[in-house]
């Protein structure tokens, strides 16, 4: 048997990531052949990935990359199978340097053919399968250029990236406290105004119809309805639509006794009101139309116009699961 060193060995460890027991009886069989020694590795990994390819990799880790001058932002998810390997040292230092790497392709297909230390990125999967013993895959991909780029990731669960129109000053707190806003609120699009009218449509009976059920059974149990909005995006509040509802405003604060000549100290709240009311999905999937995390008194689109003649091109997130 051909007797290996303690130094090839390490020498193999630190290229593959495999064990030292491995790396010790891959350099035997190889009879000491340092990138035969690779192949029997690989070979190795190629089997475990075959026997798991039918697993779930929903764990792991989600990181992100943005280039020297802000410029360009990659966002992925390493998936594994178990939680206890997501947040192991070695996983997520594999993970970032993945990231490197795919900051440099423009799609997943691209990244996964890309070199990755003389092996492509699918062949490196293969490998860490192998090494890990855990089904390895990349389950998320992200790409975003803009003048300005940054991101915001919560414990490698959840990465996000945000592109600005402009590299303005404070850019970078800018940016990262509106990354911290799509990872956290889950907005799907920028604004109310690139929703599709037939989706609009359907959400709203959906959503009606689901809150006079819960009001039936409100009723039943004594307990306060819940207000049933006429409609769920500032898309369909048209002119002639916040017209009435100022009339139907003044009508209420006329019944009510109020002198007029307060109704122009009382009117903004109420409608203000309104459109709350009556904005519920925007509210929830429209980034630029959610309340902002850090001052829910303003949304997002208003925080953003604080930093002067800027505004969000683009954004992107990925997830576990």
């Known amino acids: 048997m051909v007797k290996v060193t303690a130094a090839e060995v390490n020498k193999l460890r630190k290229a593959t990531g495999a064990g030292m027991m491995d790396c010790k009886k891959a350099l035997v069989e190889a009879e000491?052949?340092?990138?035969?020694?690779?192949?029997?590795?690989?070979?190795?990994?190629?089997?475990?990935?075959?026997?798991?390819?039918?697993?779930?990799?929903?764990?792991?880790?989600?990181?992100?990359?943005?280039?020297?001058?802000?410029?360009?932002?990659?966002?992925i998810v390493l998936g594994c199978e178990t939680d206890f390997v997501g947040k192991?040292?070695?996983?997520?230092?594999?993970?970032?340097e993945l990231a490197e790497v795919a900051l440099n392709c423009a799609t997943k297909e691209e990244f996964l053919a890309a070199d990755f230390n003389g092996m492509s990125v699918a062949e490196k999967l293969v490998e860490q399968t192998g090494v890990i013993g855990e089904k390895l895959d990349i389950n998320g991909f992200e790409k975003l250029e803009a003048p300005f780029v940054s991101t915001y990731v919560h414990i490698n669960k959840i990465a996000a990236l945000v592109g600005l129109s402009?590299?303005?000053?404070?850019?970078?707190?800018?940016?990262?406290?509106?990354?911290?806003?799509?990872?956290?609120?889950?907005?799907?699009?920028?604004?109310?105004?690139?929703?599709?009218?037939?989706?609009?449509?359907?959400?709203?009976?959906a959503?009606?119809?689901?809150?006079?059920?819960?009001?039936?059974?409100?009723?039943?149990?004594?307990?306060?309805?819940?207000?049933?909005?006429?409609?769920?995006?500032?898309?369909?509040?048209?002119?002639?639509?916040?017209?009435?509802?100022?009339?139907?405003?003044?009508?209420?604060?006329?019944?009510?006794?109020?002198?007029?000549?307060?109704?122009?100290?009382?009117?903004?709240g109420k409608m203000e009101r309104f459109i709350s009311d009556n904005t519920t999905l925007d509210q929830e999937q429209c980034l630029l139309d959610q309340?902002?995390?850090?001052?829910?008194?303003?949304?997002?689109?208003?925080?953003?116009?604080?930093?002067?003649?800027?505004?969000?091109?683009d954004f992107k997130r990925v997830t576990l699961g």
């Open 166 to 205: 402009a590299n303005v000053d404070k850019a970078d707190v800018l940016s990262k406290d509106v990354a911290m806003q799509v990872a956290s609120m889950g907005a799907t699009t920028l604004s109310y105004k690139d929703f599709d009218a037939a989706y609009i449509a359907s959400e709203t009976e």
């Open 207 to 268: 959503r009606i119809a689901v809150i006079e059920k819960e009001n039936i059974e409100l009723g039943r149990l004594g307990k306060t309805l819940k207000n049933v909005p006429q409609y769920i995006s500032m898309a369909q509040l048209t002119p002639e639509v916040l017209a009435k509802a100022e009339d139907d405003a003044k009508a209420e604060l006329k019944a009510e006794g109020k002198p007029e000549q307060i109704w122009d100290r009382i009117l903004p």
């Open 291 to 313: 309340n902002f995390i850090k001052d829910e008194k303003i949304n997002v689109a208003k925080y953003v116009s604080s930093y002067g003649n800027v505004a969000v091109s």
């Open 88 to 96: 192991n040292d070695s996983f997520l230092a594999l993970a970032n």
């Open 32 to 75: 000491g052949d340092f990138d035969k020694a690779i192949d029997v590795l690989r070979k190795k990994g190629q089997k475990v990935a075959a026997k798991r390819a039918d697993r779930e990799s929903t764990e792991g880790a989600a990181v992100s990359k943005i280039n020297a001058d802000n410029t360009a932002g990659v966002a």
